[in-house]
């Protein structure tokens, strides 16, 4: 069952306030405590750690980034998180070798085993090289292309690939401007960038002008140069809305 955004969201911004409360007490700490360094090793390696998965994933869940390969972290993300946990280890496994405790020893092995799970996620989530891309110049009309127009369609939104607009703002919008999903909105991103363009087809003209209206008022915002129009067959013509 998909979590809904909200849910997501609202997940998301506890972890951040988490984030930033566990930042106050390491400061607190730190300030308080700052002549015994060695002591505080394993407290101050573990708040970051923490701290660090905090701001990672509510970053992720609060604003919404999709990942390409369906993960939310990237393999870079992942990897500060493992180096984060295997500090853990090391400094509350210096402890335990100094004072043999049974928490100690679990908390060393909890550490390890998370920091060796964030590197094999991090290796299981490698950027593979992208699709070929293809790009058409932005005056081409997919509806006079074969292929791209959907079975039955009346009116819609057509939108180009360039070589500008990064692939995380397009699936922000599929989602955002379209309601799609964020698989459904990777799919559909993936489309644009392989085949050059889709066409996307919606109730109404009206609908139509107003959503391409909106992606390219936020692509010219983020200092993109998105190709995005309302497009109609009714009576063979064709509406530009932007581009």
């Not at 127009?149 to 397009?170: W, Y």
């Not at 698989?183 to 107003?210: Q, T, Y």
Request: net charge positive; with cysteine.
């Amino acid at each position: 069952m998909e979590v809904s955004k909200p849910v997501l969201r609202t997940v998301g911004s506890v972890l951040l306030a988490f984030g930033f409360a566990l930042t106050s007490l390491l400061i607190l700490i730190l300030v308080r405590h700052s002549g015994r360094p060695a002591e505080l090793g394993a407290v101050v390696a573990g708040t970051i750690a923490l701290t660090s998965l905090c701001f990672l994933l509510g970053y992720r869940l609060v604003l919404n980034r999709p990942n390409k390969r369906g993960s939310l972290l990237s393999p870079v993300g992942w990897r500060v998180l493992a180096t984060c946990f295997g500090l853990v280890a090391f400094f509350v496994g210096s402890t335990t070798i100094r004072s043999p405790d049974g928490m100690t020893a679990a908390a060393t092995l909890g550490a390890a085993a998370m920091a060796y799970a964030c590197v094999m996620a991090a290796r299981g989530h490698r950027i593979e090289p992208p699709p070929p891309s293809r790009v058409f110049p932005p005056e081409t009309s997919l509806l006079q292309l074969g292929g791209f127009t959907p079975a039955g369609f009346r009116h819609g939104v057509e939108i180009l690939n360039d070589d500008s607009t990064k692939m995380e703002f397009v699936v922000s919008v599929l989602q955002k401007q379209f309601g799609l999903n964020e698989p459904e909105a990777i799919r559909a991103m993936l489309d644009i960038h392989r085949n050059g363009g889709v066409i996307l087809a919606r109730e109404s003209f009206e609908e139509s002008k107003r959503i391409a209206e909106a992606v390219t008022e936020g692509a010219h915002l983020d200092g993109y140069s998105l190709t995005c129009r309302a497009v109609s067959v009714d009576g063979g013509a064709r509406a530009e809305s932007a581009s």
